[in-house]
């Protein structure tokens, strides 16, 4: 493996620094094909980059069993920031031809989502990342969801790192694990789950086959010096003194035992507990500046410092911090004192890394709190734990943690009890779950099946929230961007939305409806929904720039610095009106370049049998753009040749008039394939399993005519040009909408469509779905002959 180690120093170390070599389990990793396995390291030693690294090098090497992407899956937004900034440099000095894009609240790259064939490392978090996976994506288009679906289903390596912070995602992350192995999905899916207080237990699951492989250090990593140093790092642990209860007696206490020129560390483990303590924190010490709140619930572009703040030393007079479990796992700090309150053993594990991490001090301190309260004021003065006391965790937990903690004395890895942790998700996704979230069309009230259960705890569901001056909004491109949301917990904005005595302003809230196209306030908490975008009227309160959300305050938010954002509607049609004409045969034409080019790029994934159907739908996936409606909307002059793209924005005279639709059923009285109508039916997300009228949509002239997405049955679709082939006029029928056979003995839409999701396994499908799309994105963006 010498060449690894190269490539390992190569990317690992900067300028003027002498060479590294990787720990020996890094090696073996890299020199091993790549398969699901369970990967429990200490904390400190290089998970991040054996994982990655590995990957990297095998790619590099042509190895089959590596997949093309790499998802990393971390269930906190700041670790997700460290780990996309450490492989962007990695990537830079070993591999620039692999991007790397993130996916967090508000923030979504979406290249990456176009190009199937080259190699990408997603990093996210659990809730963007495992709601895409989910076909259910947060804080996205809906009509985007079945294409990252498929792209995060197939093809992928998936790391799921810190899984005992993952809740009931670990669940969900080991569920899809199995389903991909029984519905199949082209090239190869595995699972890297990390953590340096996971059990092997902790990964059973339902529908899992099989034991995972476990990998863990040996005694020739042990006996690596730095390793050593860092595992035997010299913590004291200690019980605080009963007023760290409360946060003023935690304040007093950091003030009084802070060393200057050190940095001190509170862990606490709610956000309002964090806001009190730094508020009191405050009222007493003289330098305010060393004082730093670090939580979750605070807008993008007031954590952008928290990177450099974390990354830079303490100045003279040192530093505190007071934060949540933001920092709990994966944040690569130190400090000489480190109180936390009590918590579940696995996640003290992890503070206590963040004390004296690498060993750097002769002496370091750890202090726990064994009741960790509120105000006295908001929680009862009690010498038990209550399940108040115990949020966001189980009193069972904390008790058990308590038991252990009471023994320890020594904060070093090594001297730290292995307890085995009983993991028991509270929801489990089973197999007909995923069947049915495959289906992306809404209900008639617009409502979606919730997969919140299945992505984090019950108590643990957020909103994404920004705040406008102007509101409410007027159009979609008055959607938020990334840098002015924050996020919320359902169960403290629901409260907010009806009349209280304690806040002066009414809290005033707007969502966007793809439906309906437009902005709607919401009015009632019932209507809230893990993952939804949000905008706050600015005068509603519910935020502080030096503090982050806050439920209580009444005082008017800035607006925060936000970049051009906007929304999609269902009858927006983002691909067809550009900033160029084109012809319907030209953008046909390119469409199947594309679609070829992408194809010839991705051999080796099993696509073989599914060419022809792909290169049809290609080629005829806009075939319904010939219909009238369509072409009275972009080309005015009738005796021209039909239009694909145009420069002239408008909306169709039939409402919700879906062109895609009349290509697939076109595409099926022409006698072409399921396959092939059902991609050109779903290229926007639109038209899918079901093809059913909308409520508002507008009935035909003559009575008792089948109608849905603007198409009426008997409808022409004229003869056109499709790079050099003449189409034959077709009257549309639209029989198959219905339930049951037709006259003619042939299967409905929704049968066929069924038939073809069985058959192809979900997965699989949605991945073919995400190639086409593909395909017509990049056409559209990059088109080659155009009129004007």
Known sequence: MAD?????????????????????????????????????????AGKTAATILSWLYRLKQGEPDAPRRLVYCLPMRVLVEQTSDCARKWTARVAPEVEVATLM???????????????????????????????????????????????????????????????????????????????????????????????????????????????????????????ALRLHAAKKVAKAPDDCRWPAGLAQFLSTHHQPGTQTIAVVNRVARAQETYDELLKIVSDKSIC??????????????????????????????????????????????????????????????????????????????????????????????????????????????????????????????????????????????????????????????????????????????????????????????????????????????????????????????????????????????????????????????????????????????????????????????????????????EVLDKMSEISSALKGLGLDAHSEDLLTAALYHDWGKAHAVFQKTVNPDASAEPLAKSRRFGRHERKHFRHELASALALLQSDKSDLSAYLAAAHHGKVRLSIRALPDEDKPEKPNVRFARGVHDGDLLPATQLDGITTTPLTLDLELMLLGMSRRGALSWIDRMLELRDSLGVFRLAYLEALIIAADWRASMEPKEVIA
């Not at 290249?111 to 990408?120: D, L, Q, S, T, Y």
């Open 105 to 227: 609240g508000g923030e979504i790259e979406e290249n990456w989502a176009i190009h199937p064939e080259k190699p990408f490392i997603l990093i996210g978090t659990q809730d963007m990342l495992l709601s895409r996976a989910l076909n259910r994506g947060y804080g996205m288009s809906r009509y985007r969801w079945a294409a990252q679906f498929g792209l995060l289903n197939n093809d992928c390596l998936w790391i799921c790192d810190e899984v005992q912070l993952l809740g009931d995602g670990l669940a969900t992350s080991t569920q899809l694990a199995a389903f991909r192995a029984r519905f199949g999905v082209f090239g190869a899916c595995p699972t890297f789950w990390m953590s340096a207080t996971m059990d092997s237990a902790m990964l059973e699951s339902v529908d899992v086959a099989t034991t995972q492989e476990t990998i863990t250090l040996s005694e020739e990593d042990f006996s690596r010096k730095s390793l």
């Open 292 to 589: 730093h709140l670090l939580h979750s619930r605070f807008r993008p572009s007031e954590k952008a410092g928290w990177q450099t703040l974390l990354d830079t030393p303490p100045s003279t007079p040192g530093r505190i911090l007071i934060s949540t479990q933001v920092i709990e796992a994966g944040v690569d700090i130190s400090s000489a004192l480190l109180v936390t309150d009590l918590a579940p053993w696995p996640s003290l594990m992890q503070r206590f890394g963040r004390c004296n991490r690498a060993g750097e001090l002769d002496r370091a301190e750890l202090y726990w709190i064994d009741r960790p309260l509120l105000a006295r004021s908001k929680l009862p003065q009690t010498g038990d734990l209550t399940e108040d006391i115990a949020r966001p965790y189980d009193i069972e937990e904390l008790q058990k943690a308590e038991s252990i903690i009471a023994a320890v004395v020594s904060g070093a890895s090594l001297d730290l009890p292995r307890v085995p942790f009983r993991f028991v998700p509270t929801h489990v996704l089973r197999r007909r779950d995923l069947v049915d979230l495959f289906d992306t069309t809404p209900d008639l009230s617009g409502y979606d099946l919730d997969v919140s259960r299945f992505i984090r705890s019950e108590n643990d569901r957020d909103v994404l929230i920004a705040w406008r001056e102007k509101y409410p909004a007027q159009t979609k491109d008055d959607a938020p961007s990334r840098e002015e949301l924050c996020s919320a917990p359902i169960h403290e904005v629901a409260p907010l939305l009806k009349p209280a005595k304690r806040r002066s302003a009414k809290f005033e809230l707007a969502t966007w409806d793809p439906l309906a196209s437009k902005w709607r306030k919401v009015t009632d908490g019932d209507d809230l929904r893990p993952g939804m975008i949000l905008i706050a009227n600015a005068k509603s309160g519910g935020y502080d720039v030096l503090r982050g959300w806050d439920a209580d305050s009444a005082r008017a938010v800035p607006e925060a610095p936000a970049k051009h954002s906007e929304e999609e509607g269902n009858d927006d049609e983002p691909l067809t009106f550009r900033r160029y004409t084109q012809t319907l045969a030209a953008h046909s034409r």
């Open 4 to 44: 690894f180690l190269k490539f390992f120093d190569q990317a690992i170390r900067g300028e003027d620094q002498p060479a590294l070599e990787p720990y020996p389990y890094q090696v073996r990793l890299a020199g091993s094909p790549i398969a699901s396995r369970a990967l429990q390291i200490p904390t400190g």
